[in-house]
T-cell receptor, first 116, second 117 residues
Framework: DTGVSQDPRHKITKRGQNVTFRCDPI?????LYWYRQTLGQGPEFLTY????????KSRLLSDRFSAERPKGSFSTLEIQRTEQGDSAMYLC??????????????FGPGTRLTVL | AQTVTQSQPEMSVQEAETVTLSCTYD???????LFWYKQPPSRQMILVIR??????QNATENRFSVNFQKAAKSFSLKISDSQLGDAAMYFC??????????????FGKGTHLIIQP
């Protein structure tokens, strides 16, 4: 399978706990994006990387959120001290910047987080 | 900040008929991209069609076509010969043309498309 993969697919946690999600992009893609999608809404952009560098962060990405892409391949998104408002689907996408200004983003299946 | 508005939370169409999903957006940029994404139930989002703002010709992909009205900031999706597999959430999305500093997509809230057999 050469698509974007995310792990875990579902995560249930208690308020105040820390959680970490992983995203594996399409192998040759150098850009990786994180989005959050709450029920009944469209995805909201959180952040993106080009290789290891985090180039853009949304104001939605509070201090409790941190994302890394240490070797320019997979990425992790960590949420510290989770709150019930963090319950959402977290989507990862990847693209190949060198494919031109259009650089289509390919999405993964998402990680559904439920904070109790 | 750019915004994308989809005013139809839900649309229903008979199989084999044509349906049009609406999208408007607000931006001060002159160059940008517009997209329609499809999100089937419990499945990942896939790109349906894209439009470059500098192109006057409306994009077409098989049964899917757009009506891009730049002055009106309108970007509707027409699905011809609707099929059961078209049932999904459809999201309109915007991205600035310059990918170097602002590459994130801005999405609308989506339209739930129901196909009646």
């Amino acid at each position: 399978d050469t698509g974007v993969s995310q792990d875990p697919r579902h995560k249930i946690t208690k308020r105040g706990q820390n959680v970490t999600f992983r995203c594996d992009p399409i192998s040759e893609h150098n850009r990786l994006y994180w989005y959050r999608q709450t029920l009944g809404q469209g995805p909201e952009f959180l952040t993106y990387f080009q290789n290891e560098a985090q180039l853009e962060k949304s104001r939605l990405l509070s201090d409790r959120f941190s994302a890394e892409r240490p070797k320019g391949s997979f990425s992790t998104l960590e949420i510290q001290r989770t709150e019930q408002g963090d319950s959402a689907m977290y989507l990862c996408a990847s693209s190949l910047a060198a494919s031109g200004p259009y650089n289509e983003q390919f999405f993964g299946p998402g990680t559904r987080l439920t904070v109790l | 900040a750019q915004t994308v508005t989809q005013s139809q939370p839900e649309m229903s169409v008979q199989e084999a008929e044509t349906v049009t999903l609406s999208c408007t957006y607000d931006t001060s940029e002159s160059d940008y991209y517009l997209f329609w994404y499809k999100q089937p139930p419990s499945r990942q989002m896939i790109l349906v069609i894209r439009q470059e703002a500098y192109k006057q010709q409306n994009a077409t992909e098989n049964r899917f076509s757009v009506n891009f009205q730049k002055a009106a900031k309108s970007f509707s999706l027409k699905i011809s010969d609707s099929q059961l597999g078209d049932a999904a959430m459809y999201f309109c999305a915007y991205r600035m043309y310059s990918g170097g500093g602002a590459d994130g997509l801005t999405f609308g809230k989506g339209t739930h498309l129901i196909i009646q057999p």
